[in-house]
């Protein structure tokens, strides 16, 4: 399959950590990326290559990988974090495909 | 800091050509894949395809048959047209440049983003 399958929402209580998951094939070929994206807004860079942060996100965010399922954690999430969030690869066949999950939809308790 | 600006058309009717452009600055442009991303009002991230400072294009199979990237080096601009649009086209449409090598993937800034509604 050359799809991003993520959960459709997730919440969290404030101040808790929780993992966003992102399962697909061409995972075992890409390291996932990850954005952030609030209403209205673009969608922001969070977690890129294995598992780095842009300047100006917070080390709360964190990202891994097992065989073909990626992972963010925000650990102590907060308020802000409330948004969107959709994982990215490439397709792994020779189309160079972009890829992204569904979305996760982040409600902050 | 790569920064992306675009505009173009906001209303079209069915079956006219979708025309959007994406002016860069700051970075090299020659060190990224240039990509137009679309989400439908409510839905998710689709991306439509990418080009490189060499003409290089990438399309998702999906819209290939309609779409055309190119770009203009001079300009550092490039550009988007998807022809025969319907209103299963309306959606906010991104430009973004993308770092794209084996194992790695991802879009390091985006547009602002347009929103393009396609109604009779």
């Known amino acids: 399959s050359s799809e991003l399958t993520q959960d459709p929402a997730v919440s969290v209580a404030l101040g808790q950590t929780v993992r966003i998951t992102c399962q697909g094939d061409s995972l075992r070929s890409y390291y996932a990326s990850w954005y952030q994206q609030k209403p209205g807004q673009a969608p922001v860079l969070v977690i890129y290559?294995?598992?780095n942060r842009p300047s100006g996100i917070p080390d709360r965010f964190s990202a891994s990988t097992s065989g073909d399922t990626s992972s963010l954690t925000i650990t102590g999430a907060q308020a802000e974090d409330e948004a969107d969030y959709y994982c990215n690869s490439r397709d792994r066949s020779s189309n160079h495909r972009a890829l992204f999950g569904g979305g996760t939809k982040l409600t902050v308790l | 800091q790569v920064q992306l600006q675009q505009w173009g058309a906001g209303l079209l009717k069915p079956s006219e050509t979708l025309s959007l452009t994406c002016a860069v600055n700051g970075g090299s442009f020659n060190n990224y894949y240039w990509s137009w991303i679309r989400q439908p009002p409510g839905k998710g991230l689709e991306w439509i395809g990418d080009i490189t400072h060499s003409g290089n294009t990438n399309y998702n199979p999906s819209l290939k048959s309609r779409v055309t990237i190119s770009v203009d080096t001079s300009k550092n601009q490039f550009s988007l047209k998807l022809s025969s649009v319907t209103a299963a086209d309306t959606a906010v449409f991104y430009c973004?440049?993308?770092?794209?090598?084996?194992?790695?993937?991802?879009?390091?800034?985006w547009g602002q983003g347009s929103l393009v509604t396609v109604s009779s």
């Open positions: 290559d294995r598992n």
């Open positions: 973004a440049g993308a770092k794209y090598q084996l194992p790695i993937q991802y879009f390091v800034s």
